[in-house]
Nanobody
Framework: QVQLVESGGGLVQPGGSLRLSCATTGIVTTNQHMSWFRQAPGKEREFVAVIRPGGSGTSYADSVKDRFTIARNRAGNTLYLQMNSLKPEDTGIYYC?????????WGQGTQVTVSS
């Protein structure tokens, strides 16, 4: 059974940093496309970043490029999102996602609030 569990959210001041984690069971992240999405209040869920299978590349939304970094651990069971230079517009619920054997799997989300 595939499960994704996010953690690491919280309240941070503008310009600060957070690292989100997504613990996975039932899959090996190195074999899957793994993504981060976010949803701000009153807005649709939007793509943030993706890491491709194996040692291949990453892609980012323009709004987070050069500030956020997606990565996974060597064991292949945890996905990360390092977020630097945070802005108030980064506020939202952050979700990790994967696609496995014909199905989308989402975590429950972790709240990130950027405010002074």
């Amino acid at each position: 059974q595939v499960q994704l569990v996010e953690s690491g959210g919280g309240l941070v001041q503008p310009g600060g940093s957070l690292r989100l984690s997504c613990a996975t069971t039932g899959i090996v992240t190195t074999n899957q496309h793994m993504s981060w999405f976010r949803q701000a209040p009153g807005k649709e869920r939007e793509f943030v970043a993706v890491i491709r299978p194996g040692g291949s590349g990453t892609s980012y939304a323009d709004s987070v490029k050069d500030r956020f970094t997606i990565a996974r651990n060597r064991a292949g069971n945890t996905l990360y999102l390092q977020m630097n230079s945070l802005k108030p517009e980064d506020t939202g619920i952050y979700y990790c996602k994967t696609f496995f054997r014909g199905n989308d799997y989402w975590g429950q989300g972790t709240q990130v609030t950027v405010s002074s």
